[in-house]
T-cell receptor
Framework: EADIYQTPRYLVIGTGKKITLECSQT?????MYWYQQDPGMELHLIHY???????EKGDLSSESTVSRIRTEHFPLTLESARPSHTSQYLCASSVGEGFRTYSPLHFGNGTRLTVT | DQQVKQNSPSLSVQEGRISILNCDYTNSMFDYFLWYKKYPAEGPTFLIS?????DKNEDGRFTVFLNKSAKHLSLHIVPSQPGDSAVYFCAAKNYGGSQGNLIFGKGTKLSVKP
């Protein structure tokens, strides 16, 4: 049962359009993340947030932007979609981590984006 | 260069037998390892994890083994069930890296045949 919700599940859109992928969680987690995954490939971190008004870029460069105005909400925006943005986008949240401890990421079901 | 490698893209096992999924890593700073399972059209779900100070962790039918000297970990599923058919991702955490940044392998697709 998902406590982290992503909408839309699937999106097909033309080049140049602005899009926002929604992500909301009901678990009260401070930390939230966006991962990108192409078929048969690894998940790559593109954005993360420690809490409200905190956002950082991940290890994979992305033209998308994120915002964190509320704890439960972490939307991702592409100002001008291109075919190279076609991918699956996965949102996740967690409690956090310490040395040799880790609270596993809890993922949403993803948004599969196709830009034509 | 990939820091977490799953060299077998797919694995097929008969129901009731053991499934062994393998993962190799290169970064000796990884301090925590996890396995995630992913069904089609769903997000990954956490399966089992192990700290770098341990060499084995067991949870029901799932056991993860860690061999630090070989930089290798494996996931054993015994007995395998058709519902275990999914893509399994190995992931590692680098303490001191980006908060919560897990380094993922490319996944192994497990098919359990009735």
């Amino acid at each position: 049962e998902a406590d982290i919700y992503q909408t839309p599940r699937y999106l097909v859109i033309g080049t140049g359009k602005k899009i926002t992928l929604e992500c909301s969680q009901t678990m009260g987690h401070d930390k939230m993340y966006w991962y990108q995954q192409d078929p048969g490939m690894e998940l790559h971190l593109i954005h993360y947030s420690y809490g409200v008004n905190s956002t950082e870029k991940g290890d994979l460069s992305s033209e998308s932007t994120v915002s964190r105005i509320r704890t439960e909400h972490f939307p991702l925006t592409l100002e001008s979609a291109r075919p190279s943005h076609t991918s699956q986008y996965l949102c996740a949240s967690s409690v956090g981590e310490g040395f040799r401890t880790y609270s596993p990421l809890h993922f949403g079901n993803g948004t599969r984006l196709t830009v034509t | 260069d990939q820091q977490v490698k799953q060299n077998s893209p797919s694995l097929s096992v008969q129901e009731g037998r053991i499934s062994i999924l393998n993962c190799d890593y290169t970064n000796s700073m990884f301090d925590y390892f996890l396995w995630y399972k992913k069904y089609p059209a769903e997000g990954p779900t956490f399966l089992i994890s192990i700290s770098s100070i341990k060499d084995k962790n067991e949870d029901g039918r799932f056991t993860v083994f860690l061999n630090k000297s070989a930089k290798h970990l494996s996931l054993h599923i015994v007995p395998s069930q058709p519902g275990d058919s999914a893509v399994y991702f190995c992931a590692a955490k680098n303490y001191g890296g980006s908060q919560g940044n897990l380094i993922f392998g490319k996944g192994t697709k497990l098919s359990v045949k009735p």
